[in-house]
Each structure stands twice: as structure tokens, then as C-alpha cells.
């Protein structure tokens, strides 16, 4: 156990429903991440915050995703209008940026299933 | 930008030594390596901050030639738990100035009895 926590753990949706996940990181980390990972891959950067800031998010991400992380503590990953390519691990990471290490700590991941 | 990882997979007998190298065409400020066990989230293995620098808890190890601009991994008397798949990332610095980590593709390492 890393401290990170993710809810829930598992998804089930159909097709064109909306998903939301939450990302709980460790109290004194001021950078979070979420990533997508679909098996035998990497896992594919999503978007990032440092405390509250969104500082980047992926071109590769559609406007149906957005993050929030509103006083730089928790955040939350929406996905609208779910498609079944949206199926795949959703992992959160947090880190403690400083001096450039940014060593993240992941939590369980969210396994979302889109029918 | 990504980082290459070499090989993409390695199949071993337990006890057996393997090599997992990552290598970048971008100066290296730092190298971080992670494993990932199947169905599992990624797992913060260690940091090498200058070149020269080596590390290494249990039979795990890793060296970081800056000039070069490579990291290797070394895994040794390999054991059953060390099965999974192995990333390196590298620190990139974007152009606002922030650091990011950027992972690599992965090594599968499989050991078997």
C-alpha cells in the first residue's frame, strides 16, 4: 500500500454514460497524475496537476475527459459519453516534486469496463 | 523523447542474471525504475540522480552513465517474485520550465522454476 487510493476499483458502464473516478494521493504530495493502461502497454499519460494547477494534459486526450483537482488535495477524472475504447486501466500517481526526482507512488488503479 | 528500453522481453531460469538497459537521445537529469506485476499497479523500484551513480537493494541494481546517457538494470540470482514487467522513466523538463517523468515501453521479464 503506497498511501495513494483510488475509488471505486472496478467500473462497469455502458456505452454513453458518464464515469467518474477519484484519486486520493499522499497528504503532502503536491503533484498528481493520471494515467491509462491497457493491457501490455505502458501506462499513457493523461494530464497532471501541481497543487491545484492542471499543468499539462495529453494531446492524445479527448474533450470528453477532464480533471479536476479543485484545492489541490483529491481529484476527480470524468469521462462523458463513455465509448467501449475508453475500457482500460485508470491509474493515479502522486509525487513530491523536488530537485527533479518527481518519484511517483500509484495507487490501485481503477479497471473501467464499458459495454 | 521516450526513453528505449532493451530487450522488450527476457525469459529466465530462477537464479539466472539479466540486464534491462534504457537509453535516451535527451540529457538525463534523473533515471527511475518501476515494476509492474500482472493486474498490478507500477511499483517505485529506485532513483539515480547523477552519473555514475549505482544503487541496489536485495539483488536488484541499477548504474546510471550520464555520458552516455543510459541506465541498466541489473536483476541477479533472479527470483520468482521478480517476474513482471520492468519501466525506466526519465525527467524531461517541458517548456514552462516543469519537470515531468516520461516512461519508457517496458521490459517483460518472465522467471521461471
Known amino acids: 500500500d503506497t498511501g495513494v487510493s483510488q475509488d471505486p476499483r472496478h467500473k462497469i458502464t455502458k456505452r454513453g454514460q458518464n464515469v467518474t473516478f477519484r484519486c486520493d494521493p499522499i497528504?503532502?504530495?503536491?503533484?498528481l497524475y493520471w494515467y491509462r493502461q491497457t493491457l501490455g502497454q505502458g501506462p499513457e499519460f493523461l494530464t497532471y496537476f501541481q497543487n491545484e494547477a492542471q499543468l499539462e494534459k495529453s494531446r492524445l486526450l479527448s474533450d470528453r475527459f477532464s480533471a479536476e483537482r479543485p484545492k489541490g488535495s483529491f481529484s476527480t477524472l470524468e469521462i462523458q459519453r463513455t465509448e467501449q475504447g475508453d475500457s482500460a486501466m485508470y491509474l493515479c500517481?502522486?509525487?513530491?516534486?523536488?530537485?527533479?526526482?518527481?518519484?511517483?507512488?500509484f495507487g490501485p488503479g481503477t479497471r473501467l469496463t464499458v459495454l | 523523447q521516450q526513453p528505449v528500453q532493451s530487450p522488450q522481453a527476457v525469459i529466465l531460469r530462477e537464479g539466472e542474471d539479466a540486464v534491462i538497459n534504457c537509453s535516451s537521445s535527451k540529457a538525463l537529469y534523473s533515471v527511475h525504475w518501476y515494476r509492474q506485476k500482472h493486474g498490478e499497479a507500477p511499483v517505485f523500484l529506485m532513483i539515480l540522480l547523477k552519473g555514475g551513480e549505482q544503487k541496489g537493494h536485495d539483488k536488484i541494481s541499477a548504474s546510471f552513465n550520464e555520458k552516455k546517457q543510459q541506465s541498466s538494470l541489473y536483476l541477479t540470482a533472479s527470483q520468482l517474485s521478480y517476474s513482471g514487467t520492468y519501466f525506466c522513466g526519465t525527467v524531461l523538463i517541458n517548456a514552462g520550465n516543469n519537470r515531468k517523468l516520461i516512461w519508457g515501453l517496458g521490459t517483460s521479464l518472465a522467471v521461471n522454476p
Open positions: 497528504s503532502e504530495h503536491n503533484r
Open positions: 500517481a502522486s509525487s513530491l516534486e523536488a530537485g527533479g526526482t518527481d518519484t511517483q507512488y
